[in-house]
């Protein structure tokens, strides 16, 4: 079975500094239509998640572009290139590969 | 605007079944797939399973076959979950998404405890 893995899980930040999250997948991610269908969410206490990121690096309409995707292959990353407090709580990656869909452990994001 | 309104919070004996609906609107519900997804207190994301409204397809997680049933009625653009079999375990909010090429718009999601 696909496991995806992030790194860290939990991720002390200073406001203002960027962040970095890693999503590694146990096996490749390309879909049968060549595309890969990697996103990313971001959940705050007490709400649903909610998209950014879809297909590595496409952002979701109005996710702010200090937000962005990356990566290839089983290697992908989420940064913020300078935080803000409503950033703080849980970012999922997750990725589609029919008929299942997987969720990686989550990496809660916090203020220093 | 998409919208995906769910039903409110159900509190089950063990081995009841619950019975969740979301009601989707903004978008032609036949045109998406529609997933559920749940998350046990402080955990993480699990998928359960996904409905397509078009044809009434379904595909579930293998944890949850032969307990899970999706259901749809296109007359009111409404989504169904039905969990059988409750067990302290299933305690968990449960959201409906719909699929985007991405899960792009989620439901509140709706509490559902199973305690005796």
């Known amino acids: 079975d696909l496991v995806m893995t992030q790194t860290p899980l939990v991720s002390p930040v200073t406001l203002g500094q960027p962040a970095s999250i890693s999503c590694r997948s146990s096996?490749?991610?390309?879909?049968?239509?060549?595309?890969?269908?990697l996103s990313w969410l971001h959940q705050r206490p007490g709400q649903p998640p909610r998209l950014l990121i879809y297909?590595?690096?496409k952002r979701f309409s109005g996710v702010p572009d200090r937000f962005s995707g990356s990566g290839a292959g089983t290697d992908f990353t989420l940064k913020i290139s300078r935080v803000e407090a409503e950033d703080v709580g849980v970012y999922y990656c997750m990725v589609a590969t029919q008929p299942t869909w997987t969720f990686g452990q989550g990496t809660k994001v916090e203020i220093k | 605007q998409v919208q995906l309104v769910q039903s409110g919070t159900e509190v089950k004996k063990p081995g009841a079944s619950v019975n969740l609906s979301c009601k989707a609107s903004?978008?032609?519900?036949?045109?998406?797939?529609m997933h559920w997804v749940r998350q046990a207190p402080g955990q993480g994301l699990e998928w359960m399973g996904m409905i397509y409204p078009r044809d009434d397809s379904t595909s579930y997680s293998q944890k949850f076959q032969g307990r899970v049933t999706m259901t749809r009625d296109t007359s009111t653009t409404t989504v169904y979950m039905e969990l059988s079999s409750l067990r302290s375990e299933d305690t968990a909010v449960y959201y409906c998404?719909?699929?985007?090429?991405?899960?792009?718009?989620w439901g509140q999601g709706t509490l559902v405890t199973v305690s005796s």
């Open positions: 998404v719909r699929d985007n090429w991405a899960f792009d718009y």
């Open positions: 297909m590595i690096s």
């Open positions: 903004g978008y032609t519900f036949t045109s998406n797939y």
């Open positions: 096996q490749s991610i390309v879909h049968s239509d060549g595309n890969s269908y």
